[in-house]
């Protein structure tokens, strides 16, 4: 193969390797995401992962192994100095004590990939304590505490950060893009990469989830819309945009007629405003996500139109592709070279994802894990899930029903009780309570 010398980003990790050394990455969880991880970091000149933790070895060997690393390159430890001597030994920690990754010295950068809001708070906390960049490939935890997080990041002086080929991140960047050009924000968001069932249980996808060599449940959030609901109050928590209606609109819209579609109402499109969140279930848009824009000048929007993206005066712009956790590591990388986060929460959110519940849910009911049968995500405006008391979906695992819930119906904090000996719980009830307007449980 012809050789190609490193160019822009890559040529940058390149020289700071040189003279430093690799970037380090200490990753939280081995299953699917993490296991990417691993073998990623594998292929990047200038990355190598440091240690593993996870509550069981065999994941983590089994992704050192496909990742083409020799049979004694994982090293069993339980320890932070454990840690830091398989490191200088050329080797991969293995380990079940997330406190002790991020204590461990030689690890320059941590990354949540375990997807339970509980453990990516706990982690993110104990990460920043120890002076650790955090990366969260969990944005069910950054949703529900994550400008708490990002706030102790900076008091910290380490970098808080969504992570890099997740559907957000790779959304922000055509919004900075966009913003830069001057040009208005119109809606942003996802093409649907699943089939949308509202209504879908794990035991319907044992099959499918098998053959993608996936967990059921973790299939289900993505096909029972709890997954988009969750990444679109991302987007909105870090840009200021809105869902336009309770649950978002997701239309059947196309690439080429998107931005005719998810444009205001005046420009003949759906929206009750400019400046949205929202997704589509339309073909050709999928697995990318967009930015649909409407320049600002005649001449602009008359130049977009002859340069074929489309016919005006709103446009659309994609990202064709995200990569999810093979691009992962890049925030990581950033976060140490940089000190700058891909993506962060605002200080005051404008968007909630609450749950509704899939099924009849009775009094005294303790709620299971997202993507399982009990409940599916919901976004909302903030101010609408203040005033309707909504839970926060990264609440409502572990949760107590309080009081019957029909099928469809809205959980809150009057019909259900979270689970306070949760960390995440006791800190979203503090963030909920320095907020004059709404105090959950008051």
């Known amino acids: 193969m012809t050789r190609i010398d490193a160019i822009g980003f890559a040529a940058e990790l390149a020289a700071h390797a040189q003279r430093h050394g690799p970037v380090t990455i200490g990753l939280a969880g081995a299953g699917q995401m993490g296991t990417d991880i691993v073998v990623q970091a594998a292929l990047m000149p200038g990355v190598r992962i440091g240690a593993i933790a996870a509550s069981r070895p065999i994941r983590p060997l089994e992704a050192i192994a496909m990742a083409g690393h020799s049979a004694d390159t994982g090293s069993i430890v339980t320890t932070d100095a454990g840690i830091d001597q398989a490191i200088e030994a050329g080797r991969i920690a293995i380990t079940d004590d997330l406190t002790a990754l991020t204590r461990a010295g030689r690890i320059d950068v941590v990354v949540d990939a375990t997807g339970s809001p509980e453990i990516g708070t706990l982690l993110a906390l104990e990460s920043i304590r120890n002076g650790k960049h955090i990366v969260m490939l969990n944005v069910e935890a950054d949703i529900t505490v994550g400008r708490h997080l990002a706030a102790e990041a900076r008091k ?8 890099a080929g997740d559907e957000p991140a790779a959304t922000l960047e055509l919004i900075a893009l966009a913003q830069a050009l001057g040009m208005d924000i119109v809606a942003a968001g996802k093409g649907k990469n699943n089939a949308l069932d509202f209504n879908a249980v794990p035991a319907d996808f044992e099959e499918e989830a098998r053959a993608r060599n996936m967990n059921a449940r973790i299939l289900v959030e993505f096909v029972d819309g ?15 945009l809105l869902p336009d209606v309770p649950g978002m609109h997701g239309p059947a819209a196309t690439l080429d007629n998107l931005a005719q579609i998810l444009c205001t109402r005046e420009d003949g499109g759906i929206l009750s405003a400019a400046g949205r969140v929202d997704y589509t279930i339309g073909k050709g848009v999928a697995p990318g996500v967009f930015c649909v824009v409407k320049p600002r000048h005649e001449r602009a929007i008359e130049r977009m139109a002859d340069l074929k993206v489309g016919p005006g005066p709103c446009f659309t712009l994609t990202r064709p592709f995200h990569l999810t956790s093979l691009e992962t590591p890049l925030s990581a990388v950033r976060a140490v070279m940089y000190g700058r986060p891909d993506m962060v929460p605002l200080d005051r959110p404008v968007a909630e994802c ?4 899939k099924r009849d849910l009775a009094a005294g009911q303790i709620l299971a894990r997202i993507g399982m049968e009990d409940y599916r995500g919901y976004a909302l405006t903030w101010a609408d899930g203040r005033a309707r008391r909504a839970l926060p979906l990264g609440l409502a695992e572990h949760s107590r029903v309080t009081r019957p819930i029909r099928a469809g119906e809205l959980l809150t904090y009057d019909n259900c009780a979270p689970d306070e000996s949760l960390n995440v719980t ?10 004059t307007v709404f105090l959950p449980g008051a």
């Open 156 to 163: 910290a002086g380490v970098v808080y950060t969504g992570s």
């Open 226 to 240: 709890s997954k988009t609901m969750v990444e679109m109050t991302a987007i909105a928590n870090c840009t200021g």
């Open 354 to 357: 609450g749950a509704l519940a």
């Open 426 to 435: 006791r800190i979203r009830r503090a963030l909920d309570a320095a907020d």
